[in-house]
């Protein structure tokens, strides 16, 4: 099993995957299979999202797969004052400047 394997399970878990096109007059919409919203916005449901595995040809639990999740909340707005992140102690640092290289 692969981190790409990983990836398009959560992927598929949470956002859904494009399986087509419908056409609808002049306009092509996007066909995108997914679980029910209830599944998908519910954190303990990580554990039961399948992975498919090339290798055996069959899908098999995430919690299989990984020895744990370590799930961490955080605020998704990014306040920024003259093009500079606005968080915590140092407001005058750049973004950029904030980044590890």
């Not at 692969?2 to 419908?22: C, H, P």
């Not at 002049?26 to 954190?43: C, F, G, K, W």
């Not at 004052?81 to 606005?86: C, G, K, L, N, V």
Request: no cysteine.
């Amino acid at each position: 099993m692969d981190k790409q394997e990983i990836d398009n399970a959560l992927q598929m878990n949470f956002t859904g995957s494009r399986v087509g096109l419908y056409r609808e007059a002049a306009d092509l919409l996007p066909v995108v299979v997914r679980p029910p919203a209830s599944e998908r916005q519910d954190a303990n449901h990580l554990n039961n999202v399948l992975v498919w595995s090339q290798s055996q040809q069959h899908y098999i639990p995430l919690s299989n797969v990984v020895s744990g999740f370590n799930l961490e909340w955080e605020d998704p707005l990014i306040l920024r004052r003259s093009q500079s992140r606005a968080d915590g102690d140092d407001r005058s640092q750049p973004a950029s400047a904030a980044i590890p290289r």
